[in-house]
Each structure stands twice: as structure tokens, then as C-alpha cells.
């Protein structure tokens, strides 16, 4: 099982900006796809954003505009910058790896998952 370890969640007023980080120590990660998903209370899990290996990106028409991700191959860590909240982005944010070439927002095309991390954004 890959370890992804997902931070920089957190409580913010709408309008507001959180940037998510998720690292993955162990894995050969310039060569794998990175995703970031979030489920709020009552839905299902969701795709955000994905960036593949050739740095190719994949976002969600709901945060398109407003979160931005990428990729530092250096320091085997994901990034997701969130600005303009809203509440609708209430949720906890997962991160996702896979050893496949993808360009996926779809949450049954990845392997490897993260613990999850709350982000709450206030009205």
C-alpha cells in the first residue's frame, strides 16, 4: 500500500484560500499519476483535479478557475491551492496515486488513497 499523507486542511470563510499538500515519501513519484477527491457528508466521492506524470491536468468543471494543482517532483509532494472557497467546497479532500498513465477525475480509476483531510468553509 503507498503512503499518502495529506495536509494543510483547515477552517476558512468563503472567499478565503487553503492550500492542500500530500506527500508520498515512498513512492517513484515524478513517474506516477497524482489526484486530489473530496466527499462531503451524504455524497459521494468526488474528483477534483488530477495531474499526470507529463504534467498533463484534469479539473472539475465546480472548481475550474478557483483550485489549481500541481506537482514538485523534488520533494515528492502534491499540491492543490484553493482560492475563492466556497461552502459547497466543504469536504474531506483525499489524495491519489496511481502507477498508470492517467487523465482521470474518476474516483474508480485510482488505486491508492490517502487518510483524508477536512476542509469547512463558513458562510
Known amino acids: 500500500q503507498v503512503q499518502l499523507v495529506e495536509s494543510g486542511g483547515g477552517s476558512v470563510q468563503a472567499g478565503g484560500s487553503l492550500r492542500l499538500a500530500c506527500a508520498a515519501p515512498e513512492l517513484i513519484f515524478s513517474t506516477y499519476s497524482m489526484g486530489w477527491f473530496r466527499q462531503a457528508p451524504g455524497k459521494e466521492r468526488e474528483g477534483v483535479a488530477s495531474?499526470?506524470?507529463?504534467?498533463?491536468?484534469s479539473i472539475s468543471d465546480s472548481v475550474k478557475g478557483r483550485f489549481t494543482i500541481s506537482r514538485d517532483n523534488a520533494k515528492n509532494t502534491l499540491y492543490l491551492q484553493m482560492n475563492t472557497l466556497k461552502p459547497e467546497d466543504t469536504a474531506t479532500y483525499y489524495c491519489?496515486?496511481?502507477?498508470?498513465?492517467?487523465?482521470?477525475?474518476?474516483?474508480?480509476?485510482?488505486?491508492?488513497w490517502g487518510q483524508g483531510i477536512q476542509v469547512t468553509v463558513s458562510s
Open positions: 491519489a496515486a496511481d502507477s498508470r498513465l492517467l487523465h482521470s477525475i474518476s474516483t474508480t480509476d485510482w488505486d491508492n
Open positions: 495531474i499526470n506524470s507529463y504534467g498533463s491536468t
